[in-house]
T-cell receptor, first 116, second 107 residues
Framework: DTGVSQDPRHKITKRGQNVTFRCDPI?????LYWYRQTLGQGPEFLTYFQNEAQLEKSRLLSDRFSAERPKGSFSTLEIQRTEQGDSAMYLC??????????????FGPGTRLTVT | DAKTTQPPSMDCAEGRAANLPCNHS???????VYWYRQIHSQGPQYIIH???NNETNEMASLIITEDRKSSTLILPHATLRDTAVYYCIVYTDKLIFGTGTRLQVFP
């Protein structure tokens, strides 16, 4: 078990460009979550998947943001027409939901996005 | 919005117990209390969770009051590496983080 991995770890982009981040969850974990964290704040929930189905999206997730988990394994988060306000750490987490089980989420190291 | 209230910061001497309080007065009967911590520039790390009973694992102990309106995370022998932001979360389908407690362990 290698843990949750995210790629890239750092991304610098110019305003207006599109960026895509990848998250590889712990194998066999059926839930995958995306969070965003700005300086001095706790992580904010963006969206989550159970297998390939996107079950919930936060109102923070504007129409410039899209997330996919096409085969129920890795996930991508794309931001179109980036704005300076998108600068943040983007965190991915995964968990295994089983009946009567616990739901601890395991986080990746994050992707730090800087929009100039 | 987060359903928990925590002090913004606490200090603890190395080797002493760190007791981090959390209020969750609106918790529902089937909602768990989870604790995570975040060391600078890293992703949050799961610590412990509980429903009604006190819980202990290799990292910490969790004491939940009988009315479940508050809880305390106990790090029995704090080390410098325990310096982090600690988040108390009432779990629904997702984690709603507040601003947490910044614990500073000093030598």
């Amino acid at each position: 078990d290698t843990g949750v991995s995210q790629d890239p770890r750092h991304k610098i982009t110019k305003r207006g460009q599109n960026v895509t981040f990848r998250c590889d969850p712990i194998s066999e974990h059926n839930r995958l979550y995306w969070y965003r964290q700005t300086l001095g704040q706790g992580p904010e929930f963006l969206t989550y998947f159970q297998n390939e189905a996107q079950l919930e999206k936060s109102r923070l997730l504007s129409d410039r943001f899209s997330a996919e988990r096409p085969k129920g394994s890795f996930s991508t988060l794309e931001i179109q027409r980036t704005e300076q306000g998108d600068s943040a750490m983007y965190l991915c987490a995964s968990s295994q939901i089983v009946t009567g089980g616990s739901y601890e989420q395991y986080f990746g190291p994050g992707t730090r996005l800087t929009v100039t | 919005d987060a359903k928990t209230t925590q002090p913004p910061s606490m200090d603890c001497a190395e080797g002493r117990a760190a007791n981090l309080p959390c209020n969750h007065s609106t918790i529902s009967g089937n909602e768990y209390v989870y604790w995570y911590r975040q060391i600078h520039s890293q992703g949050p790390q799961y610590i412990i969770h509980g429903l009604k009973n006190n819980e202990t694992n290799e990292m910490a102990s969790l004491i939940i009051t009988e009315d479940r309106k508050s809880s305390t995370l106990i790090l029995p022998h704090a080390t410098l590496r325990d310096t982090a932001v600690y988040y108390c979360i009432v779990y629904t389908d997702k984690l709603i983080f507040g601003t947490g407690t910044r614990l500073q362990v000093f030598p």
